[in-house]
């Protein structure tokens, strides 16, 4: 199964829950509300509903003043949540410069809607810009300056073809 059908059938907010059960398991073995509620940056209460949720998904282990834990679909589906997330901040903060507040945010919101082959790209990419900035100097920077003394950004390709 690739990465976007692994994740189908999941809103964009229990995509969110279940990465940030899948991380704290990851760190501590298990989950608590208040814990993923501080990640996801709710309350205590929509983490119950959202838990519930992926619980009759049965993508975590959930029993009311309980830990939450992951079933092996859970798993699975949260380490590829987190893969994404963080294969496109690395890509927004080390290629093109964004600071990581902002690359967060913005990896949150893309995360939903790249697929796999798409994020393979990025993923290749980040490894080209890795292995050519010790051969051909910094180079990713040089871009960032580039950036920071560049005029409109559209002008040189508006006329374009694809």
């Given at each position: ?100 507040a902002e690359a967060e945010t ?43 003394h560049a005029g409109n950004p559209d002008a040189s390709v ?5």
């Amino acid at each position: 199964m690739d990465q976007a059908t692994q994740t189908a059938g999941l809103s964009e907010s229990l995509q969110d829950y279940l990465e940030a059960v899948y991380l704290l398991v990851q760190r501590h073995g298990m989950a608590r509300m208040k814990e993923i509620a501080a990640l996801v940056g709710v309350g205590k209460s929509s983490v119950t509903c959202a838990v519930q949720a992926l619980a009759e998904r049965g993508l975590v282990n959930y029993e009311p003043y309980q830990y939450v834990t992951l079933c092996e679909e859970g798993e699975a589906m949260g380490k590829v949540l987190l893969r994404r997330h963080r294969v496109l901040k690395r890509f927004l903060m080390r290629v093109i410069g964004v600071p990581e507040a902002e690359a967060e945010t913005i990896a949150c919101k893309m995360e939903h809607v790249i697929k796999g082959d798409v994020l393979d790209r990025f993923v290749q990419f980040l490894h080209f810009v890795e292995q050519r900035s010790g051969v051909d100097g910094p180079w990713a920077e040089a871009f960032r300056e580039f950036c920071r003394h560049a005029g409109n950004p559209d002008a040189s390709v508006e006329g374009r073809q694809p």
